[in-house]
């Protein structure tokens, strides 16, 4: 099927030679090979942004997961942001409160949006309401924020991996820092190109993440990995509009992490076999879960 | 292209706490409900990979039985499938294999009620997205590249050319297209890749023909 853009490279180039934000683009794909009119697509993703919002706010009232294992950090977060001594400064852990905050609602069994996937569900939106507060986006803004998004996303899923089993951590947080890094500058008045050299200097520093959760739960790492991937995501925006560039392509740095990821032993890849979940501490928490017998090993 | 709409990446909106794990799990019970038809008695549901290791932490067990009992990826009840089960009398057992297969994330569910069962192999490959990948021993091949639906029928002279008729209505170009049946005149199936994302819509005119069975996407 005709799509507009299948690499980051076609992504920039319609964006740069027609004039459009990146947004704009992925909302012409999505109504050509939809039929779907304009107004219907913005509905949706406004919808899923609805349920954004929803889960910051319940996460960070509080919650907690059924194995106990995660929930309560996003509020911890935001109390010490209250007393005004942070060393990372609000806005940064702002981010990283709310990342956290939608992870432990998503932990828990709430209702959460992929972005791309749930394990990962916290680094969009966390980052995208806490920039919120510093640009002060119209809801079309935000909204396209998700575009952004998306159109990084779609490339990767299609050229890559966006599933823990298939990819690792890389596949998962690493795609949604670097997708949110991409976001955050358009959303910053930085130019298309300026988007991309965010996402691959973010990517770059997820590559070889693996995936190993405790007891096979989407808690224990990936709630802090929501957390840093957030945090990873503005400090790659900040570094793409200060004009810092990457010395590798954003496809190629893509493909790499497809290669790392076919690479990545099966005991790495959300398999709870090797990395924390293997760990003495990861095991005796996967028995006392589970209720069966620690191995002797 | 695997992944053709922003709403892949973006979504879908589901009870976490995993997309391929929960929501492509759901997803995969959801569609061998729908080619059912109906409420399934029971179910045996055998996993293998990542889901075999992985499937109690991840809800995948409620997240299936859910979706064979009509739950969408979004739906609350997801958290009560299994007390939701016990109500309605469907009964289900999980086995986890060794085996390895293809892909890190499947599913063969096994359904059945007191008139027949039915057998299907789901595969959840991220983000939330699925793919049937065997019905009733029927290998489906798929490229994976397109929208793909699955028409079960029964075979008579006419259907393939009411259903390709019903697509070009829509303006709905076949990319690919396979016709397989069991025994003449008995229950034959049709998988059919599209170049567009297929609506509701589409779905419910294909139901609509005569001697069309079920109609599923089975690749969304």
Same mark, same amino acid.
Not at chain 1, 90 to 101: F, G, Q, T
Not at chain 1, 242 to 265: C, F, L, N, W, Y
Not at chain 1, 275 to 296: D, S, Y
Not at chain 2, 112 to 122: A, C, F, K, Q, R
């Given at each position: ?71 309560? @950090? ?19 852990? @702002? ?7 939608? #992870?432990?609602?998503? =932990? ?5 949006? *992929?972005?791309?996937? *749930?394990?990962? %569900? ?7 309401? *806490? ?32 599933? $823990? ?8 947080? $690493? ?20 988007? =991309? ?12 993440? +693996?995936?190993?959760?405790? *007891? ?10 929501? =957390? ?7 400090? $790659? %925006? @900040?570094?793409?509009?200060?004009? +810092? ?5 954003? @496809? ?25 979940? =293997? ?7 996967? %028995? ?7 191995? #002797?090993? | ?21 929960? /929501? ?70 999980? !086995? ?14 096994? !359904? ?53 008729? /019903? ?20 229950? /034959?199936?049709?998988? !059919? ?24 996407? !089975? /690749?969304?």
């Amino acid at each position: 099927m005709e799509v507009l853009f299948k690499s980051v490279k076609e992504l920039i180039s319609i964006a740069e030679s027609e004039n459009k934000a990146i947004s704009e683009i992925m909302i012409e794909q999505e109504m050509l090979l939809s039929r779907r009119s304009r107004e219907e697509i913005i509905a949706q993703m406004d919808a899923s942004l609805v349920v954004m919002e929803e889960a910051i706010e319940k996460g960070l009232k509080g919650v907690q997961s059924t194995s106990g294992l995660t929930g309560g @950090d996003a509020v911890l977060l935001q109390q010490y942001m209250e007393k005004g001594n942070t060393l990372s400064g609000n806005l940064l852990l @702002d981010a990283v409160s709310k990342a956290v905050a939608t #992870n432990e609602v998503n =932990a828990a069994m709430g209702t959460i949006c *992929a972005t791309p996937t *749930a394990g990962a %569900a916290g680094i969009v939106p966390g980052t995208l309401f *806490a920039v919120k507060s510093k640009l002060n986006p119209t809801r079309e803004q935000m909204i396209n924020y998700l575009f952004t998004t998306g159109a990084f996303g779609f490339v990767v899923a299609n050229n890559a991996s966006i599933s $823990g089993a298939a990819g690792g951590c890389q596949a998962e947080t $690493g795609s949604a820092a670097s997708m949110a890094a991409a976001a955050i500058v358009e959303m910053a008045g930085g130019t298309p190109q300026q988007s =991309a050299e965010a996402f691959s200097i973010v990517m770059k520093n997820m590559l070889g993440l +693996v995936c190993d959760p405790v *007891a096979g739960l989407v808690e224990v790492p990936c709630v802090k990995r929501n =957390a840093m991937g957030a945090a990873k995501a503005l400090v $790659g %925006a @900040d570094m793409a509009l200060a004009g +810092v560039v990457s010395r590798i392509p954003t @496809d190629e740095v893509i493909e790499a992490m497809h290669r790392i990821g076919q690479t990545m032993p099966s005991a790495l890849r959300e398999t709870a076999k090797g990395g924390l979940a =293997a760990t003495p501490t990861g095991k005796r928490l996967e %028995a006392e879960i589970f209720g069966t017998k620690v191995a #002797n090993d | 292209m695997k992944f053709r709409s922003v709403f892949d990446i973006i979504g879908p909106v589901m009870i976490g706490p995993s997309s391929s794990h929960t /929501a492509g799990a759901a997803r995969i019970g959801r569609v061998a409900r729908t080619l059912f038809g109906r409420q399934p008695k029971w179910a045996k549901v055998y996993l293998y990979g990542s889901f075999a290791e992985t499937y109690k932490g991840h809800g995948t067990d409620v997240a299936i039985i859910g979706g064979l009992m009509d739950y969408d990826t979004f739906d609350e009840r997801i958290k009560t499938a299994f007390e939701d089960a016990a109500k309605i009398g469907f009964t289900y057992e999980f !086995i986890p294999e060794e085996e390895e297969m293809d892909h890190p994330n499947t599913a063969k569910i096994v !359904i059945g009620d007191e008139e027949s069962v039915m057998e299907l192999t789901g595969i959840s490959i991220g983000g939330g997205k699925m793919e049937v990948v065997e019905l009733n021993g029927f290998p489906l091949r798929l490229s994976g590249n397109y929208p793909a639906l699955l028409v079960v029928h029964q075979d008579r002279a006419g259907l393939i050319a009411s259903v390709a008729n /019903a697509l070009a209505k829509r303006e709905v170009n076949i990319a690919h297209m396979e016709v397989g049946r069991k025994e003449k005149g008995e229950m /034959a199936l049709m998988v !059919i890749e599209v170049d567009q994302l297929i609506d509701d819509d589409i779905i419910g005119e294909l139901r609509a023909l005569p001697h069309i069975t079920q109609v599923s996407t !089975i /690749a969304d």
